[in-house]
């Protein structure tokens, strides 16, 4: 599974840490997203899924 | 000339009034002609206070999707614009919630980092003590009480005060002023003399922070206008929407939930009966969208042609998305009027969707968890002291709650 983020379109909602705290985390400054980990393990698929699924700003992209 | 009758003309004679009443007896359930809509089609014409008549958008998936839809505006001063009320005397100004992009980014993304998931969490052993504090003085008074002045209003003002750097021991004023721009009944000169009274006493709060910044949001916005990135009139709009949007949401939904789950017994026991924090996460989930509080709609209006449903949105024409009724919609939730704590409702749409979605929603969430894991087990008798239909409901308020909750235990 392959994740991509655009911190242009992230509005700091902080709903992909909620969801996946492994892949996803926010930059001190303003909050933006920060990719922990662009390839994770399938077992964490769920929960990446549902990050993109509830991102307000449509910034998470995941691929398989 | 000829006297056939323009099928759009028809459509908006037509168009029912919205906001569209709930039915008597069931508080928490939306209007059920919302429901109506929502299974006749995706858009419908409404008629508005002032005989607009925008389209009302009443499905889960047609909702996110104009929501984040670049071409859908926010801003409240381009024509089309579906107001709630009328514009006050000389306007006023308004803070992010209300423009669009870039503008919207830039002011937003200098106050999103309070708001990020661990420094909101490192609030909550905070949070915990001021919920407990409450709870001890609620128990040492008055039984019965009005659960909304002695505790579902306090906890959100003093989270949000201390956050900010407003001080506590001016609730008073800055509650019965937010209480008056909430309304949707008040003048449009009531409104506007409510809002002045705010946006004067965070400008004067901003000049104390100017010369005397302290660790809180307000000081940080004080360095960014002494270093020139923001404007002070900016900064004491951006107060005036964190401080009103920052406690009388939670406060609804901590007072509404509580009576929701009177009405629900077999649910207040089971959040009674847990420690589970995954349980008590999924209840406030399944809460905010089961009540809904944010009632009025999210409101846009349209900068292109938008198709949507075999129908077309044309530029500047205005835009409701009842974003109530979609976290009802039962292509999304099964059994969507059920209120059900267990269930997996985190895809709710009670913070909006879209750039605008609730900046302060990690906030609310910790908030709520901590209410509700809370009050309930250290008060297990707590119980309503009034007939449900004796409770004064906010039908005439941009949030839905109560006014008051008498309980006893
Ligand atoms: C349970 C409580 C809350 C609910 C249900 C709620 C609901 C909402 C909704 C629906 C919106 C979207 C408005 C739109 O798209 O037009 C919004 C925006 C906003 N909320 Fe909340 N809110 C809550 C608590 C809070 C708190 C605690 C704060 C904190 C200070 C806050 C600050 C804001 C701000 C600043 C915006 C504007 C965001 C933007 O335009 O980018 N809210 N809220
Ligand atoms: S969910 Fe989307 S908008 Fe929110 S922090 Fe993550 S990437 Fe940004």
Redesign the interface.
Known sequence: MKVTVDQDKC?????C???AMEVFD?R?????VVLLNAEPPAEQADDIR?AA??C???AIEVRD | MTSTVNPLDERDAKAPEYPMARAAGCPFDPPPALRDKQQEGPLARVRLWDGSTPWLATRYADQRAL??DPRVSADINRPGYPRQAPMPPGGTGVSFILKDDPEH?RL??MV??P????R?EAMRPGVQKIVDDLIDELLAGPNPVDLVEAFALPVPSLVICQLLGVPYSDHDFFQDNSKVIINRNVTPEQRSVAHGNLLAYLDDLMGEKIARPVDDLLSGLAGRITAGELARDEAAQMGVLLLIAGHETTANMIALGTLALFEHPDQLALLRDTDDPRLIASAVEELLRYLHITHSGRRRVATADIEIGGEVIRAGEGLILANDIANRDPDVFAEPDRLDLRRDA??HVA?????H???G??LARMELQVVYSTLYRRIPTLRSAAELDRIPFKHDGSVYGVYELPVTW
């Open positions: 509005v700091a909602s902080g709903q840490v909620v969801a926010q001190e400054e303003d909050g933006i549902h699924a509830v307000p700003a449509v | 929501l984040a980014a937003r993304r999103t980092a708001f990020a998931i661990k909101v985190r895809r913070f909006g969707f879209g750039v979605q609730c900046l929603q990690p």
